[in-house]
C-alpha cells in the first residue's frame, strides 16, 4: 500500500497543487546541484550548471504549459532550438543513465512538493 502511494502521488492530480512555475523550477534546480538561479540563466558552460540548465528546462516543458521560446527567455534568452536540444538531450539520457532518470523523478517529486506547499 505504502509503495503504491508514493508511485501514484506523481500521477493523480492533487486538488491542492498550485501552479508549477519556471521561477519554482528554476529555484529547486539550482537548489538541487548548489548553483544560483542566475547561474543557470547565464553562458557559463561548465558541465554541471549544462546539466542542470538542460535538466530544469526540460522539466519546464514538461510541467508547465510554456512554449519553447518562453522557456528560452527564462533561461537567459535562449533560443527555442537550445530548449528542444535541451528536452532531447535529457529524454535520451533518462533512458540510458540511471543517474540523470533519479535527478529529474527526484526535482520533480521537490518541485510538485513546494506548490503543493505554496
Known amino acids: 500500500l505504502e509503495l503504491s502511494k508514493v508511485v501514484l502521488r506523481d500521477l493523480i492530480t492533487d486538488a491542492e497543487l498550485h501552479e508549477v512555475t519556471a521561477p519554482l523550477i528554476m529555484r529547486e534546480t539550482a537548489d538541487y546541484f548548489g548553483v544560483s538561479v542566475e547561474a543557470l540563466q547565464s553562458a557559463d558552460?561548465?558541465?554541471?550548471?549544462?546539466?542542470a540548465r538542460q535538466i530544469a528546462m526540460y522539466l519546464c516543458r514538461e510541467l508547465t504549459e510554456l512554449s519553447l521560446p518562453k522557456i528560452g527567455q527564462t533561461f537567459g534568452g535562449r533560443d527555442q532550438t537550445t530548449v528542444m536540444h535541451a528536452y532531447k538531450k535529457i529524454s535520451e539520457q533518462m533512458a540510458e543513465k540511471r543517474m540523470i532518470f533519479n535527478q529529474v523523478t527526484e526535482l520533480t517529486h521537490r518541485i510538485k512538493n513546494s506548490a503543493r506547499n505554496a
Open 45 to 51: 558552460r561548465s558541465r554541471v550548471l549544462v546539466t
